[in-house]
């Protein structure tokens, strides 16, 4: 998509280690009219699909989400990443190993709301190891439901999650795919 | 707001010790055409306003904030629950205390997003004792923006938060206030 890959190449950041900050519009900022650029592309690549339910994670991937489901009228459910006593005990768990944060939390998503009917779209912001994405796709898995597959925003090309969740059988289409990057030379895309 | 009152009562689960769950239009599972609605009602009750930004708090009060903010034209920035190594040290922070999982953390939202010209609308789901909101509203204060407001989905009346925020001259605009309410007797509206 090329303008997530303009506004990556003119406000995106690169830091040492592998880093992309793309928090002035993605995901700490928000640019809202983007988001529904990005809302509108993900509704035409699953057009027809029948999707039922958009699941995401906190936090990041809560904005797009919420925006991209106008598109196609459903409603969104973000998974958790601690259990509050505010949800019951009747929750589907799985793990997400986190990179950045360097640690592996639980996340959860009440069994009410996953059904063995339902079709569900992934949406997140961000596809790097694939950790997150495997976490969700357990979650669906667990409740009987079907993959339609997932709609990301940046994928790190040269990191193993695309290829892993690919070759899982899950449809993955990223926006804005980045072959390499670096603090010199910038982000080239795929 | 008739449609928010009306969707509590319909959907909403009271449970001891004044928990209300509305996880499965709310704040887990997210209605987003509700969300529209609850949009457009801030974009009328804060019209003339001229906000140029709107800050929530991860994780629920962002999809509501991302819907709403479309209407206003404006990016929305959330804050942030814990330091993570993808935002530079230049960030200010507060503290906010959660009842729900009886701990303190610490907020913090990027300098590069708030100026003293802002002129910013807080957004979140639920006021209760208001610890989020004067979280957020310090965080305004330590860029030397202005606060305009807060638009809030539910607020529990029968805690000391609203008068509280009130009292601080804020003006706060709630869609559902909560008079009373117990697992017998429902939900009472003011």
Known sequence: MQLLEE?????????????????????????????????????????GQNVTKILTIEASGIGI????????????????KNKTKNIAGDVYTSKVESFTHGKVYDIIVSKEFLHSEDRVLLIDDFLANGSALQGLIKLVEAAGATVVGAGICVEKAFQPGGDLIREMGVR???????????????????
Chains 1, 2 share one sequence.
Request: net charge positive; proline share 1%.
């Open 7 to 47: 506004r990556i190449r003119r406000d995106g950041k690169i830091r040492e280690g592998g880093v992309l900050k793309v928090d002035s519009f993605l995901n700490h900022q928000m640019d809202v009219a983007l988001f529904g650029e990005i809302g509108r592309e993900f509704a035409r690549l699953f057009e």
């Open 65 to 80: 989400a919420c925006i991209a489901a106008q598109y196609f009228n459903v409603p969104v459910i973000f998974a958790k």
């Open 172 to 190: 993955v289409e990223s926006l804005a795919r980045i072959k390499s990057m670096s603090v010199e030379g910038g982000v080239e895309f795929c």
